[in-house]
């Protein structure tokens, strides 16, 4: 894949930045490369609290979505929560039910069931509650889209609560109220929440409005931060504060269901960060709303037996480790499908019909990052084909499924990802299409990668890697600082790992500062292009300790490396490209 490297170029006084806040002028670049314009933001983005946090009474209709659950509980009305699920509509679901039982009500919850159900509240869900003799619905991380579900709800005689944080439709449901932050009526200041922390928001007004201590919601800004993170919301403003904070609150977590899943993945609450949210939990959570039903998520999250929640959380990570392998073959078999080509398409059309169709979304995001190319994987479904699309910047995968709406059955999305149902005879007209019309350039497809500053190994310290960590927590919006080097020379080098999956190299900058670097990725394509550059020659010397002259230009970010009681600089290598 053609990559162009582009140094990040915004100006400012970084020594005067530096100087106000006590940190280096490196840390204070990083800052105004994300885009933080003033001292007060600044001073809010390296030091979170709760008091940065908006009010939750900003937010439409979440008052008054508050009040009616405090009627129905005092009337011993029947609420049914109605989630999703994936992570964010798991978390949100149990951050409702654990609320609601707390002030007293009778609750209970649905999970819609992604084949047979489909996404969000639907007429099923309705029919199901009305015949429970259910009182009132509450949606969440769902229903703003759900008109005609909404309206039939209503016809049943249901009280009906719409919290959700999705793009506004053109028509939106006649609830009885509808709290998210996109309305345009909405005074909410942040308009990126996901659809837990807007449950959590909701649960904090319901405690106030039922008398019980405010501080006890705050439990729940766990919960938010670890939906925000999986829900890959934008860590900035707000969202960056409910992570900082929630993280400090998981990492001193006493929920056995949190504590359950980190030790059923061999990790502690205390190591707990966006990644590990992100790659570890999270696909646990996810993964039996992808294969099963979600409702296990939400067991676990909601019982207090730590017996039960290791139970749960061992199922859950039985079932992620079988997706995982589902997707690892899916992903090999697409791979072999798109190099078909000698020159792949410039939009990925991929059919697997033996693919679970949970998974055409986690694989054609596979595809997209190996190739950047726009993918759309396909698989049969029960009538015809049903599909997942994930995009570039520089192209609409929903605008150019609209230009291709005559051969859909149904489809829906935004410019970067999209879901798509088709005839099966119409697979390579729509394939044929969507690359005919595409505009796409091969500047379009070279991966753009942005670096925040050409920094020598020389300039590197622990004083700097210590003080990087203010910058956390890292995500969408907020990504890990990356450092760029020139010339690096290559003294030696060895494959870690039986499967050669990471190289360790001693490198050197011109300055003759010596450094450890690591470097994570396909070991057996890095060897045959180093062979293809240098000779065979070349490379065998160089796992010997010999130095050949081979030189490198990096992309990095620095770390450091504890081992046995000392502790060593390192960089860890993110792209190379051969001098």
């Known amino acids: 894949m053609k990559e162009k490297w582009m140094v990040k170029n915004k100006s400012a006084d970084f020594k005067a930045i530096a100087a106000h806040f006590g940190i280096t002028e490196v840390t204070a670049r990083l800052m105004i490369n994300r885009g933080l314009n003033d001292l007060d933001e600044m ?64 609750v209970d919850f649905r999970i819609p069931e992604r084949v047979r159900d489909g ?216 791979v072999e499908i798109a190099e078909k080509n000698e020159v792949p398409d410039k939009v990925l059309v991929v059919l697997l019909p033996d693919c679970h169709e949970s998974l055409a979304g986690i694989i054609a995001g596979r595809l997209r990052e190996r190739y950047n190319r726009p993918t759309i994987v396909l698989t049969k479904a029960e009538k015809g084909l049903k599909g997942s699309g994930r995009s570039i910047e520089q192209y609409s995968m929903f605008e150019k499924l609209t230009e291709c709406r005559e051969l859909l059955t149904q489809y829906g999305g935004h410019p970067m990802a999209a879901g798509l149902s088709l005839a099966e005879e119409n697979y390579l007209p729509l394939a044929k299409k969507l690359n005919e019309s595409c505009g796409l350039t091969e500047e379009d497809l070279t991966l753009k990668i942005s670096i925040d500053a050409v920094l020598a190994l020389s300039g590197l310290s622990f004083a700097l890697v210590e003080e990087l960590s203010m910058l956390e927590p890292y995500g969408k919006g907020n990504e890990k600082p990356v450092f760029a080097e020139r010339g690096l020379k290559i003294l030696q080098m060895r494959a870690i790992g039986k499967e050669r999956k990471m190289f360790r190299f001693l490198v050197e900058d011109a300055y003759g500062t010596q450094m450890d670097a690591l470097y994570f990725g396909d070991g057996e394509v890095l060897e045959e292009e180093m062979i293809a550059r240098y000779g065979e020659e070349a490379v065998r010397s160089l796992y010997c300790g010999k130095n050949t002259g081979v030189r490198i230009s990096v992309i990095y970010y620095p770390s450091i490396n504890e081992y046995r009681n000392t502790r060593k600089l390192q960089i860890v290598i993110q792209h190379i490209q051969w001098m």
């Open 119 to 334: 996404y969000g509240l639907n007429l099923r869900l309705i029919e199901e509650a009305e015949a429970d003799g259910v009182d009132t619905i509450l949606t969440c991380d769902n229903g703003i889209a759900a008109v005609e579900q909404v309206a039939f709800a209503k016809g049943c005689g249901m009280t009906v609560l719409i919290t959700d944080h999705h793009e506004l439709q053109e028509q939106l449901p006649k609830a009885d109220a509808l709290v998210n932050p996109k309305q345009k009526d909405c005074t909410y200041p942040y308009k990126g929440l996901c659809g837990a922390a807007v449950a959590y928001k909701v649960a904090k007004l319901l405690y106030k409005v039922c008398e019980k201590p405010e501080e006890e919601a705050e439990k729940f800004i766990a919960f938010a931060a670890i939906a925000t993170v999986c829900d890959v919301m934008e860590l900035t403003g707000e969202n960056r504060n409910i992570v900082s904070l929630g993280l400090a609150a998981l990492k001193k977590s006493t929920h056995c269901g949190i504590r359950a899943l980190c030790e059923a993945n061999g990790i502690g609450v205390e190591e707990l960060d966006t990644y590990r949210l992100g790659f570890v939990l999270g696909p646990c959570i996810n993964a039996t709303g992808r294969l099963q039903t979600a409702v296990r998520g939400v067991e676990l999250l909601l019982t207090e037996n730590d017996e039960e929640a290791k139970s749960i959380a061992l199922e859950l990570k039985k079932l992620n480790d079988i997706r995982k392998e589902l997707t690892a073959k899916g992903v090999q078999r697409a």
């Open 43 to 106: 001073a809010f983005y390296l030091h979170p609290d709760l008091s940065q946090l908006n009010a939750p009474e900003a937010l439409k209709d979440a008052e008054k979505t508050a009040q009616i659950l405090k009627e129905k509980i005092a009337e011993n009305k029947k609420i049914r929560i109605i989630g999703d699920y994936d992570v964010d509509g798991v978390v949100a679901t149990y951050i409702f039910m654990a609320a609601l039982l707390d002030c007293g009500a009778v």
